[in-house]
């Protein structure tokens, strides 16, 4: 199922999605909505799931608040309790969208609706910002070794998704955020 705005509300609400939480989300949806209608206008042949990635991106990040089980960490446990709400067809978009998976070949984003979301999730905080902007708050939060190390593999291939959408767009990246509105 794809859940309507409605049961994504009832869903935020269910597990205690916090408020800045749900400002991010709704960011990430306006900018992944922006660049697919840019992408389907400027390329003929390529069509996107405009609803599914919609509700992917209001949800990818529904476990903020749930409590993880062993193991499980960003984003087992939204997976999960997707799954149980029956929301099968959003699994893959959530899976593929932490900034991690841009490097196991495994779940990195395939389609355009995995692409289109980890790349928005990239340019919005609580704002929309840039990919750059995203990577220097990271920079500057107080990340384990490990992290840093993940952070700076990813960065060039964050870098290489947003080239290939913006470039396909005709869009500077520092203009996307005024261009949303
Ligand atoms: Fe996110």
């Given at each position: 199922m794809i859940p309507s705005d409605d049961q994504i509300r009832q869903l935020w609400d269910k597990y205690s999605l916090p408020e800045n939480k749900r400002i991010h989300v709704t960011h990430v949806a306006r900018v992944a909505e922006y660049l697919s209608a840019c992408v389907m206008s400027h390329v003929s042949g390529i069509r996107i799931d405009i609803v599914l990635l919609h509700a992917a991106a209001l949800l990818h990040?529904?476990?903020?608040?749930v409590l993880k089980?062993?193991?499980?960490?960003?984003?087992d446990a939204g997976v999960r309790i997707l799954k149980n709400e029956g929301c099968d067809e959003l699994l893959p978009l959530v899976i593929s969208?932490?900034?991690?998976?841009?490097?196991?070949p495994k779940i990195s984003p395939k389609t355009w609706e995995e692409k289109l979301l980890y790349l928005s999730d990239k340019m919005v905080k609580y704002e929309i910002i840039t990919v750059d902007k995203r990577f220097d708050l990271w920079r500057a939060e107080n990340l384990p070794k490990e992290g840093r190390i993940m952070l700076e593999k990813a960065y060039p291939l964050v870098k290489k998704l947003e080239a290939e959408i913006v470039g396909m767009i005709n869009v500077k990246a520092w203009d996307i955020a005024g261009l949303v509105g």
């Open positions: 990040d529904i476990d903020k608040n089980r062993e193991g499980e960490q960003h984003p969208h932490p900034l991690h998976s841009i490097l196991d």
